[in-house]
């Protein structure tokens, strides 16, 4: 958490650095609280995620995404602890986006994502990872802090295929540049 809010810090600072100019341009930083199920197993670890992503116009824009495992999780089965942890995912999207009050975006997103998901097995000394890819969407809402600093907040869907199923809340600061 204490990385979070030094990368949401110095974002901050870099708008105050920067000019006024408004570009198409923008990024954001955000902690995803991600949850991976597979058979009634659940574990719960914590992605830090970027997004850059271009405005096309005032009602849609571009995205790409790449995030990286914060922390990991575990729990037990049949008595064995296994730990999970999302190593990578990235994705690409288009953001159909609405003003709906002053400062206030509705936005969703739709495209495609790859994650790769590494689980470990402490005792015994395993590990196994693997990647796959599937359809992504979500919904999400902004709101404007000043004119370059917004705050996000979005729930996405990255995978749901053969049983398995990933999804995530995230909480983002974002930079229009």
Do not use: C, H
């Not at 204490?2 to 923008?26: D, E, R, T």
């Not at 395993?126 to 990647?131: F, K, M, R, T, V």
């Not at 902004?142 to 996000?152: E, F, I, K, T």
């Amino acid at each position: 958490m204490k990385k979070i809010a030094v990368l949401a810090a110095a974002l901050v600072a870099m708008g105050a650095a920067q000019a006024q100019s408004k570009s198409p341009v923008y990024g954001e930083l955000g902690y995803t609280f991600t949850k991976v199920s597979s058979d009634g197993v659940d574990f719960n670890p914590g992605v830090l995620r970027g997004l850059l992503g271009y405005e096309v116009n005032p009602y849609l824009a571009l995205e790409v995404m790449y995030g990286t495992s914060l922390s990991d999780d575990s729990t037990s089965i049949d008595g064995v602890t296994v730990k999970a942890e999302v190593e990578r995912t990235y994705g690409f999207y288009i953001k159909p986006k609405y003003a709906v009050g002053p400062g206030v975006e509705l936005f969703a997103r739709v495209g495609y994502a790859d994650s790769k998901v590494k689980l470990k097995v402490p005792s015994m000394g395993l590990s196994a990872s693997d990647s796959d890819n599937d359809f992504s969407f979500g919904l999400g809402l902004g709101y404007a802090m000043s004119r370059n600093v917004y705050l996000a907040a979005d729930y996405m869907s990255y995978y749901n295929k053969d049983g398995v199923k990933a999804d995530g809340f995230t909480l983002g600061v974002g930079y229009k540049f």
